[in-house]
T-cell receptor, first 111, second 113 residues
Framework: SQWGEENLQALSIQEGEDVTMNCSYK?????VQWYRQKSGKGPALIIL?????REKRSGRLRATLDTSSQSSSLSITGTLATDTAVYFC???????????FGQGTILKVYL | EAAVTQSPRSKVAVTGGKVTLSCHQT?????MYWYRQDTGHGLRLIHY???????EKGDIPDGYKASRPSQENFSLILELASLSQTAVYFC????????????FGPGTRLLVL
């Protein structure tokens, strides 16, 4: 089984709409990190949520973590064209398992 | 200032040739990583290192070697480049292992002909 497994999907929405991306994982994790990768750039962390948190907010971003269902979500409210990117979830655990990246969600926000 | 830099940013190599990708970090991090990303796919770990002069195999190490001569520098070496190694390669660094944020470089686009 794979850590940080995320169904590869592509979303195309209009600017101003809200969007939610999901991530499921199959093994024990103590942290879920969400990264954003813009075209031609390396991934960059946008929000991190730990297993003792159910929800984390940062500006227009909201991450949730449900350890019972082994899933996490990332929501972006009031999307902007500049939110166009690939979004990855990555899961890890303090027990020593490496950080594992999901396949990513391609988000395109059009004007 | 960019904390993780990679060179070259792009490279065209011939099949069977030797390719060396370099990474430099100024984060003072112990951990460094090499990933490859293929079009439409996520990141796959090739090699990593947690201390100078030592490297570890990741998930897809075949056909790749790594070198960590100092805390700041981490290289990925393709001794005999193959067509299947055409991809974008990312270097990253982190302060700790599994839970810590990874800081990525801008990537190296490698085309093997």
């Amino acid at each position: 089984s794979q850590w940080g497994e995320e169904n590869l999907q592509a979303l195309s929405i209009q600017e101003g709409e809200d969007v939610t991306m999901n991530c499921s994982y199959k093994t024990y994790t103590t942290v879920v990190q969400w990264y954003r990768q813009k075209s031609g750039k390396g991934p960059a962390l946008i929000i991190l949520i730990r297993s003792n948190e159910r929800e984390k907010r940062s500006g227009r971003l909201r991450a949730t973590l449900d350890t019972s269902s082994q899933s996490s979500s990332l929501s972006i409210t009031g999307t902007l064209a500049t939110d166009t990117a690939v979004y990855f979830c990555a899961t890890g655990a303090s027990s020593g398992q490496k950080l594992v990246f999901g396949q990513g969600t391609i988000l395109k926000v059009y004007l | 200032e960019a904390a993780v830099t990679q060179s070259p940013r792009s490279k065209v190599a011939v099949t069977g040739g030797k390719v060396t990708l370099s990474c430099h970090q100024t984060n003072n991090h112990d951990y460094m990583y090499w990933y490859r990303q293929d079009t439409g796919h996520g990141l796959r770990l090739i090699h990593y290192s947690y201390v100078a002069d030592s490297t570890e195999k990741g998930d897809i190490p075949d056909g790749y070697k790594a070198s960590r001569p100092s805390q700041e520098n981490f290289s990925l070496i393709l001794e005999l480049a193959s067509l299947s190694q055409t991809a974008v390669y990312f270097c990253a660094s982190s302060d700790a292992w599994a839970e810590d944020t990874q800081y990525f470089g801008p990537g190296t686009r490698l085309l093997v002909l």
